[in-house]
């Protein structure tokens, strides 16, 4: 099965076809197929954190809450067989149940070395906020979930907490990073303001913020406005957009947003924004019938093809779901699809 059909410049990573068929075999059985994952030499690098990254980031916001631990384990097991190597979780998922899933999935794989492993913190109501106590015992406690020794990429949630300076989280990621329990740092819920400021104390010699989430698609795209976006690019940031799929409308299966009892303002607002998205979904019908890939791949192409966007961070309820994502990783699509999508979603 061929997820990257749409793509060429990665036919050179397709997987070796076994020519022969074992004694016994059926000769109409399937031919094996032999070597690694189309997608195990798709790489980029991951801003100035030092790990190189499949574009595409699985998260881990579903597993322990709508996802069993078997149907989990299935989703990131097919994750790793299409290439990818980048796992998102939070301490706050599932109250840390998603941590102890893909702990165990780890575990169970052996593949603790092959996966970056990132974190967002700050946000689990033992250990609220980004104060130097609850940051330290947060870590340990994801740690203690994951069955790991070290956070390779720790998102440092802004939005939990709005009282503790920014340099006291700083000094305490300090000591998480010497002592080898984080790697690199990333940011989610900061202004650009915030950022600012980091980078100054990164030069007194602070760790550097390298990753930023920041909620985008196509769909809502306010958050990642003018300012964020120039100090982004400005200190070299890796963009890991969350809600890339819009909590799933993007996908195409549910074709209307916002539904029950509203004001009648609220009811207008509605109204706008179910006739603004169901023009994005024709949209990504029009561009996905074009190259032959579903709704969902078109939505993750599209914020690929964005500058600063290095992998987006999606979620999957089954294994299929990720593989209608990862077709994404292979479009290309053209400055006219880009327009129209983007015009639609206006």
């Known amino acids: 099965m061929a997820f990257f059909g749409v793509d060429s410049t990665l036919s050179s990573s397709s997987p070796q076809i076994a020519t022969e068929v074992s004694p016994g075999v059926h000769p109409s059985a399937p031919i094996p197929v032999q070597g690694p994952a189309v997608g195990q030499n798709v790489r980029s690098p991951l ?3 030092g790990f190189d990254v ?3 980031i699985l998260g881990g916001a579903e597993f322990g809450w709508n996802v069993d631990l078997e149907s989990s384990h299935d989703i990131l097991d097919t994750y790793v067989e299409l290439g990818g190597n980048v796992v998102h979780t939070s301490d706050s998922f599932a109250a840390g149940r998603s941590e102890h899933i893909i702990g165990q999935w780890l575990h169970s794989r052996g593949l603790r070395d092959d996966v970056v492993l990132a974190v967002r913190v700050g946000g689990h109501p033992d250990n609220p906020g980004l104060g130097p106590v609850n940051l330290i015992r947060s870590v340990e406690a994801s740690l203690t979930r994951l069955r790991t020794d070290r956070i390779d990429v720790l998102y440092l949630d802004a939005s ?17 990073v010497e002592t080898g329990k984080v790697r690199a740092l990333g940011a989610i819920g900061y202004t650009a303001a915030q950022l600012v400021e980091a980078r100054i104390f990164s030069s007194a010699g602070f760790p550097r913020i390298t990753v930023l989430d920041v909620p985008f698609n196509v769909l809502r795209r306010h958050e990642f406005d003018a300012d964020l976006r120039l100090v982004a690019g400005a200190q070299s940031m890796a963009v890991t957009p969350s809600h890339a799929l819009e909590h799933g409308f993007l996908a195409g299966r549910q074709r209307t947003r916002i539904r029950g009892a509203l004001s009648v303002r609220g009811a207008q607002l509605a109204a706008n924004l179910n006739r603004r998205g169901s023009r994005t979904l024709r949209a990504l019908d029009a561009v996905g019938s ?9 939505a993750v192409a599209w914020l690929l093809a964005q500058k600063l966007v ?3 961070i999606v979620n999957a309820y089954a294994p299929q779901h990720v593989e209608e994502l990862v077709q994404g990783v292979g479009v290309r699509l053209s400055r006219v699809q880009l327009s129209d999508i983007a015009r639609a979603s206006e």
């Open 290 to 298: 074009e190259l032959g890939v579903p709704d969902a791949a078109v």
């Open 160 to 176: 939990t907490d709005s009282s503790t300076a920014l340099e006291d989280t700083l000094a305490t990621a300090e000591w998480l």
């Open 310 to 312: 290095t992998a987006p």
């Open 54 to 56: 499949f574009p595409l």
């Open 47 to 49: 801003g100035e954190s």
